[in-house]
């Protein structure tokens, strides 16, 4: 009996030693919100392909006021054009951030700065934002959706 006991508790302790097979979930949350300060800093870097490194292939970006941006190949050009008009600088406070698996989905505010690169005076906005991260076969989590817009009325025409 007390050998059957012993080898049962032995059998316990190795199974409690042995991985799950899921990933650790505290992990995966802690790398879902890197993204979060990842694509930040890519966005600020003003750099086109350090940008597209951080968005899935069928990225969508819904931008107020536009037409969706569907795709890397469309989404790119649209950047590039961005990021050659203005250097720009974003702040993007997380109101939400909730992991579900492989997918992610964020509630923020922002503030940007965008200052043209021809000179002018510098464009100051504030809105909110909506994204969806996705976690890709290869471990990395990507923007896979960006929605913003300004959290005031468009300014008048002149």
Not at 19 to 27: I, L, R
Not at 70 to 82: E, H, L, N, Q
Not at 114 to 135: H, L, M, N, S, Y
């Amino acid at each position: 009996m007390r050998s059957s006991l012993y080898a049962a508790a032995c059998m316990l302790a190795l199974g409690a030693c042995a991985p799950s097979g899921k990933p650790d979930s505290a992990a995966s949350d802690a790398a879902a919100k890197q993204a979060h300060a990842n694509y930040l800093r890519v966005i600020n870097s003003n750099n086109t392909d350090s940008l597209m490194s951080m968005v899935t292939e069928d990225v969508v970006y819904l931008e107020a006021g536009a037409k969706p941006y569907v795709g890397k190949s469309v989404v790119r050009p649209w950047i590039d054009g961005y990021f050659k008009a203005f250097h720009t600088t974003w702040d993007k406070p997380v109101d939400e951030f909730v992991v579900v698996g492989d997918v992610a989905y964020e509630r923020y505010h922002y503030t940007s700065t965008d200052v043209p690169v021809a000179g002018g005076k510098p464009v100051v906005d504030t809105g909110w934002g909506f994204i969806v991260f996705r976690r890709e076969a290869d471990g990395v989590w990507r923007v896979a959706r960006d929605a913003w817009g300004p959290d005031h009325p468009p300014a008048a025409a002149k």
